[in-house]
Each structure stands twice: as structure tokens, then as C-alpha cells.
């Protein structure tokens, strides 16, 4: 087992925590609603853009991750990015919680922007385009996730990249 080069300490999900890397998804009364379905539901409107920044014709993914729960403690060694498009992922489980560890940076993740975040099943998540980030992480028990995201089919659709040191997720 390598020794971690860093520990990155995860924090419960706040929608201003958050929107440097993409938007927080929930039903939020804090939030404007409006009435619907004869006032039997509340309608939260334009939650997150769904962007496709490519030139061509990609089409819009509506696809679901079945994701296994993590094995604990958790070494990040990767981090990916898609860098044109939005990827949203909304739980289809609400009693799960998950993770969301992500990272600004250009062409490498700037790891000084690194954050790790716990998510309740009753919040999805967006990232912005480029936003690097690890994949879905269940926590506790598997979850099925709805996902949007432009795709082409291209090397362009996702980048990967190793980082040269774990680092460790510290719940």
C-alpha cells in the first residue's frame, strides 16, 4: 500500500461551496419555486445548464450509473474531466449518500482547489465543463445515478488523468 501524499478532509454539501465546480440540485425552499400539479408539488426551475461547448453535433446523453459502494479509506489516484459539456448526476435512491471530489485547473487539476464533499440522495449534482473530478463514489450501499451529459463519441468526450501521489479521502 502507497502512503498518501495528501489528505483531503470532506465536507457535507453547500450550494455556495459548490458552485465554483457546478451546481447543487435539490429541491430547496430556501430557493424560488412555484406551485404545480393543481399545488400538490413544488416546481424548482433551471437548476443547472446543461452546456455543450463543442462546435459539432453531440447529442445529449440521458444515460444511469449503477455504482457499487466505495471501499473505505478511499486513495484518489485519477481525476477526469469532460471538457464540453456539463455532467449532471441526479441519485435514484434518496436515503444514499455519496461523494463528490473535485478540482479546478486547465489542462492538470490545480489540486490547491481540490474538494471533497458528502451529498445526500435527496441532492444531484452538476459539474461545469472542464471541472476535473473523481468518479461517482457511493457511500455505505450501491446507488443508481441518472446522468445528462453531451457526447460525441471522441477522445474529447472525457480526459484522465493519474495523479503522481494518492491522496487520501478522510471522511
Known sequence: MTVPAAV???VPME???YEAYGDLISADESEAFRFANMGTAKRFNQLSDVINLRPNEARLNLCVF???AAHLPLEMKLLERHPYSTQVFIPMHQDAKFLVIVSLGANLPDLATLKAFVVTGAQGISYKPGVWHYPMTALEQPIDF???IWEDGSEFDCHVV???EPIAIQL
Open 162 to 164: 493519474n495523479l503522481d
Open 66 to 68: 449503477r455504482c457499487e
Open 146 to 148: 441518472s446522468c445528462l
Open 8 to 10: 483531503i478532509k470532506c
Open 15 to 17: 450550494r455556495s461551496a
